[in-house]
């Protein structure tokens, strides 16, 4: 039932109320539904016939054998079926069960037409099978024969006894009499029919009545055009609403109309006309006015065109339904694109972003997800977080995770071993999804700080380093010994995040601080002193005075005891992050309806957006501006005019390539050299590039992802520095050369693993090659006995049976289905072949000597078409490929050019190659018969060909795109019909 679930509800209301006789059938031949005329015609009930078997609701009458109506019938709808196209009938006695008397039957008379509908593969949908009861025809001919056959009869006689009529006149007036009385028994039988005729003629008329009547009072916009012209007849209300200010009834579609002549729609209406082929559209385009002169507005339909027969059969107008599905498709299309550019943002942030439901499992995860846990993030939707991050790692946060379903917001940090050999130290954050007033989820922010924390405690591993360390540390620490807190030690990050100077060693904190007095650190300082615990705080807010004036900041900060060698507490340690910008960002996007917008200007990493060749500065945060040392100004601007220090940089090049390709590009690390904020700076960087794609596929800009990592990069140095300055101590060398031979062993069991996963993946592709190469020979012998059984029955069959159409037709589809398997069988053998001679290493091959050597192979045929070709390969005149594989790709390509060349022009063929950063490029263009965009997809298929006129199996662009793609390249192609075609193989360096 789920083909004919692609009509609305009222489209099916007025089908199964039209005054014809309709049936639908699904491709294997059950009841879809019927017409209430045909239930009425053949004594059924909708619900006892509908999902049932045509022949099981409609068998044979067995007192009719001669009739052979389900014979017939099963053969049209076969021939509809096989050929796709309608099938007219000739008249067909076919009874219907008697529903009053089981076993009994009703004689009838039809004269059917099957029709296919096709989807949109061309495939047979349903079949609409519609009939015209003619029982009343064919019984009152039958009468007017033996009428005639009575009156022959009756002239034999006469006949036969003339001369007795004319030697008795009492004989002859009483023959006379009796032939008059037969005369007017049949004058009177037919002005009888004309009567039933006259009555049928007014019932078709109220049907027509009621129909029409339907018409004008159904939602749906509704006409009726008649003859070829396509006259308005019927306009229902909803119809002619559209067009207020337009008369419609009795002009022609054009005439009323004029806006749609040349559109596609006028080709349709066209086509259902000539074909008499009914026409379903969905999601249409058809710009329309209201009125004369008026604005033409772009408006979506669903509709269906209908053609209308008369008495004959033959189209004589046309019946239209449509829905204006404007709203739907413009809403859709905004959500798709929301949604398409929510993704974009999300992937493109090196954090993991994700979110779970009450049953914890995975409704979102952005691409960040695949690297981590080798999955595409689409298959983790649905899944438990404690399968996909294993019970290990999910007992470390499972305590988190019910407190977010609590409805707590939560920020923390947490060691997480997701596998034996892969362990990551994390900073998250859980957003609790409140919905009117319940937890639907939560949000979960992941921020890989593995580096951090492994880079901290080795600088925590050299006691010689810890001063260094905490007097250049980026975050603020501070020392405060005694009950009165005495400031015994204050790094340069703290003094500036309280806005003072180093004459504060020394005196009381109170003192020197005393806005914080009314918030609560005072007490949190004594309380860790008097206890011994130590006290930690998370985005606490805290006032302080800088600049002599009041502010808000944020910080995470601790404070810990510390203790003497008597284990007696003399002071308190306090360590602190100030995430003023985070908590302000993250504050601002929950305030924010707009996301994905939101999300950049308030992301903890720099990002800005870029759009069109020039790169136009569209967004961009404050992390970036800082980053940049600019403010924003810069919007608006093309980003080398705004940022004119790095057009002497490759920043441009990668850009572009990046908006050409649609592959993202990331650098880490880059020295680069700018001017912030009016002075020279110098700096390390790591940045990510990614597309940015609207709803139809088209890249329309970039958004860069960055951060600025030189603390980190000179704090790796200072400790690779220290590193080689304490070479000198042995028990330290001891460990590292300790550390460095348990790595070795590790490393070696993993190369021994992955060669034993190797030798087992070989072993596999060759069970495969022998599973295709044995299937293929086993089923030769069966196909072989198939055809000799075909060419045996073929003998059998009496001359008569082989000379019908019927039989012809059938056995020529099975001998055709036997030779596309025999084609199978060959091709699949050739794939087997071809994949073991498609390795090869990689090493450096004259591509010029190539094509040579490819030329010469294919000399006949370049005679034969009297083809042009144009090669210009200097740019890359060697390539690093398999150069049997390289051979094969130029064959290929070629070859197709010289075969699928037009018939029309003079084949020219242009071979040429172009180098990129990553890429050598080789380009193959011909003038040939091209094929539409829509098939492009399907070329690379295994066994597909577009073309029957010239040899092929329709695996040899199958195998080029599989030995580029196994060698890290690929392939493209851009095709236009008539025009020609155009490869481009990318060969990575």
């Not at 993704?343 to 090196?350: E, F, G, Q």
């Not at 130029?890 to 003079?906: E, G, H, M, Q, T």
């Amino acid at each position: 039932m789920k083909l004919i679930s692609a009509l609305t509800p009222e489209m099916l209301h007025i089908f199964e109320t039209l005054p014809d006789l309709y049936l639908i059938l699904s491709p294997d031949l059950l009841i879809l539904t019927a017409s209430d005329s045909y239930l009425e015609a053949t004594f059924t009930q909708r619900n006892a016939i509908v999902g049932r078997h045509i022949f099981e609701v409609f068998p044979d009458n067995p007192q009719t054998p001669e009739a052979n109506a389900v014979l017939n019938l099963r053969a049209s709808l076969l021939e509809v079926l096989a050929t796709k196209k309608p099938h007219q009938m000739a008249i067909q006695h076919y009874d219907v069960p008697d529903p009053s008397q089981r076993e009994r039957f009703i004689e009838r008379y039809w004269a059917p037409l099957n029709t296919p509908v096709l989807d949109k593969q061309g495939e047979v949908s349903y079949i609409i099978h519609k009939v015209v009861n003619v029982t009343e025809q064919v019984l009152a001919q039958k009468q007017i024969r033996q009428g005639q056959i009575d009156v022959q009869m009756l002239n034999e006689e006469l006949e036969t006894t003339n001369e007795e009529l004319r030697a008795t006149n009492e004989e002859l007036t009483g023959a006379k009499t009796l032939l008059e009385g037969l005369n007017n028994e049949l004058e009177a039988r037919v002005e009888a029919r004309t009567r039933e005729l006259q009555l049928a003629q007014a019932e078709a008329q109220n049907q027509r009545d009621r129909l029409e009547r339907l018409f004008m009072q159904a939602p749906a916009i509704i006409c009726i055009h008649g003859g070829p012209d396509l006259i308005f007849e019927l306009v229902n209300p909803a119809y002619q609403q559209l067009f207020s200010g337009r008369e419609l009834l009795g002009k022609s579609l054009l005439e009323a109309l004029p806006e749609l002549e040349g559109q596609p729609l006028m080709e349709i209406i066209h086509q259902v006309y000539q074909t008499g082929q009914s026409y379903q559209g969905q999601e249409m385009l058809v710009p329309i006015s209201s009125y004369p002169g008026g604005p033409v507005e772009e408006r979506y339909w669903n509709f269906t065109y209908q053609a209308r027969r008369d008495a004959y059969g033959q189209v004589d107008g046309m019946l239209v339904f449509s829905y204006d599905v404007t709203d739907q498709v413009v809403a859709r299309r905004k959500v798709e694109a929301s949604e398409k550019q929510l993704r974009l943002l999300t992937d493109a942030l090196p954090v993991l972003i994700s979110y779970l439901d009450r049953e914890e499992r995975y409704q979102f995860a952005n691409r960040a997800y695949e690297s981590w846990f080798h999955i595409p993030s689409e298959s983790l939707l649905g899944k438990p977080v404690r399968e996909v991050i294993g019970e290990k790692a999910y007992q470390g946060v499972k305590e988190y995770i019910h407190r977010a379903l609590s409805g707590e917001r939560l920020d923390f940090e947490a060691k997480m071993p997701y596998r034996d050999d892969f362990t990551k130290y994390i900073y998250t954050s859980y957003v609790p999804d409140i919905q009117n007033g319940n937890v639907e989820g939560f949000y979960a922010l992941v921020t890989d700080v593995t580096d951090t924390i492994e880079a901290r405690k080795k600088i925590e591993e050299s006691a010689a380093q810890v001063r260094s360390f905490v007097e250049s540390a980026p975050f603020p620490i501070g020392v405060y010994v005694g009950r009165e807190m005495r400031i015994e030690f204050a790094n340069q990050a703290i003094l500036d995040a309280w806005g003072k100077g180093n004459d504060v060693i020394g005196k009381r904190y109170a003192d020197v601080l005393p806005e914080l007095e009314n918030q609560e650190i005072f007490n949190q300082l004594d309380g860790v002193y008097t206890s011994g615990k130590a006290f930690h705080a998370k985005n606490q807010r805290v006032d302080l005075v800088v600049d002599e004036e009041l502010q808000p900041y944020y910080f995470n900060y601790s404070f810990t005891p510390l203790y003497d060698s008597q284990g007696n507490i003399y002071g308190v340690m306090n360590t602190a992050a100030e995430v003023t910008d985070l908590v302000i960002a993250r504050n601002k996007a929950e305030e924010s309806d707009l996301f994905a917008r939101t999300l950049i200007q308030q992301s903890p990493v720099a990002q800005v957006v870029f759009q069109g060749e020039e790169m136009i500065i569209s967004t961009v945060n404050e992390k970036m501006l800082e980053l940049l040392g600019r403010d924003d100004s810069i919007i608006g601007k093309p980003f080398m005019e705004a940022v004119p220090e790095f057009r002497a940089t490759p920043l441009m090049a990668h850009l572009r390539e990046v908006l050409q390709t649609g592959q993202a590009y990331y650098q880490s690390e880059e020295r680069l050299e700018l001017i912030r904020y009016g002075q020279p700076y110098t700096g390390y960087y790591e940045y990510t590039y990614q597309a940015l794609m609207n709803t139809r596929g088209e890249k329309y800009g970039i958004i860069v992802t960055g951060a600025e990592v030189t603390s980190q990069v000179e704090a790796r140095k200072k400790i690779e520095k220290s590193e080689q300055a304490a070479q000198e101590l042995a028990k330290e060398l001891a460990a590292s050369n300790e550390e460095l031979v348990s790595a070795n062993e590790e490393i070696t069991s993993i190369v021994e693993e992955l060669s034993m996963a190797n030798t087992s993946l070989k072993r596999t592709n060759v069970d495969l090659d022998n599973f295709i190469y044995t299937a293929s020979h086993d089923l030769k012998a069966p196909i072989s006995n198939i055809e000799a059984l075909l060419a045996a029955l073929l003998r059998t069959l009496p001359a008569d049976s082989l000379s019908a159409e019927r039989t012809q037709s059938i056995t020529g589809m099975m001998q055709d289905s036997v030779e596309r398997f025999k084609k199978t069988i060959a091709n699949l053998t050739e794939v087997v072949k071809l994949q073991k001679e498609n390795s090869g290493e990689a090493v450096l091959v004259d591509l010029s000597e190539v094509i040579k050597e490819v030329c010469f192979d294919l000399d006949p045929l370049i005679k034969t078409a009297t083809a042009q070709l144009e090669i210009n390969v200097t740019d890359c005149p060697f390539i690093r490929f398999s150069a049997k594989n390289l051979r094969s790709v130029v064959y290929n390509l070629l070859s197709n050019a010289l075969k699928y060349r037009s018939p029309d022009r003079i084949a020219k063929i242009s071979i040429s190659c172009q180098s990129t950063l990553q890429f050598n490029i080789l380009t193959i263009q011909d003038n040939g018969l091209g094929m539409e965009s829509g098939r492009i997809s399907q070329l690379f298929t295994m066994f597909k060909r577009f073309h029957d006129h010239v040899e092929g199996t329709g695996i040899g662009l199958y195998m080029v795109k599989k030995m580029v793609e196994n060698a890290e390249g690929k392939i493209e192609v851009d095709s236009k019909v008539d025009v020609g075609t155009t490869f481009r193989v990318y060969f990575r360096k």
